[in-house]
């Protein structure tokens, strides 16, 4: 199985402020996806990167993906108590049996305060 | 559309009772998978489905079975309810299993076994 160690676990930030999420591994994954969940509901995807040093931007938040296809990380600038929220890594990575699986990080609870 | 639609959404075993969690998704999605999620420990794959009729073992598979006999539907049983089993747990399907693919989300079922 293969892990992805995301930091910080916890952040908590004043609106306006800059911020950045990152998503660590030893291995090598074939894309990354970033998800976003809300309390009570499951998780909604944001961004799927496939190519080593893919970077991706949706509005205020970029996606960049390692060089090596090991690690990624998320930025927002501007944060807005909107972006309050539990941020999740996964990667996909082909198993034994040949089939592609999606290994979640723990995430990172981000709390942005008016 | 409905999306991934799960049922029912907060339950109660005693240990050693059995229950379905039900789930079924309007999409035609061919890949079906059931995730549970532990605070602070991100989800972990328990089973999934490439199709009717075809199910495998995902990170997590013991005390769960699984069967998919339709498109639409993918159940997740648990014969002796255990404490260890206290969890959410989420369901998603993607229209193919590729590295690529978006992964939709039921709002999750919150099981505790006392």
């Known amino acids: 199985t293969q892990l992805l160690e995301q930091s910080p676990q916890f952040l908590s930030i004043q609106e306006g402020e800059n911020l950045t999420v990152y998503c660590n591994s030893s291995s090598v994954f074939s894309s990354l996806q970033w998800y976003r969940q809300e309390p009570g509901e499951g998780p909604v995807l944001l961004v799927t990167?496939?190519?080593?040093?893919e970077v991706k931007k949706l509005k205020r938040l970029t996606f960049q993906f390692g060089d090596a296809r090991k690690d990624s990380s998320l930025h927002i600038t501007a944060a807005q108590p909107g972006d309050t929220g539990l941020y999740l890594c996964a990667g996909w990575w082909r198993s034994g049996a040949g089939s592609y699986q999606l290994t979640f990080g723990k995430g990172t609870k981000l709390s942005v305060i008016p | 559309n409905a999306g991934v639609t799960q049922t029912p959404k907060f339950r109660i075993l005693k240990i050693g009772q059995s229950m379905t969690l039900q789930c079924t998704q309007d999409m035609n999605h061919n890949y079906m998978y059931w995730y549970r999620q532990d605070p602070g420990m991100g989800l972990k794959l328990i089973y999934y489905?490439?199709?009717?009729?075809?199910?495998d073992k995902g990170e997590v598979p013991n005390g769960y079975n699984v069967s998919r006999s339709t498109t639409e539907d993918f159940p997740l049983r648990l014969e002796l309810a255990a404490p260890s089993q206290t969890s959410v747990y989420f369901c998603a399907s993607s229209y193919q299993g590729t590295n690529y693919n978006e992964q939709f989300f039921g709002p999750g079922t919150r099981l505790t076994v006392l």
């Open positions: 990167v496939v190519t080593g040093g």
């Open positions: 489905s490439v199709g009717a009729g075809i199910t």
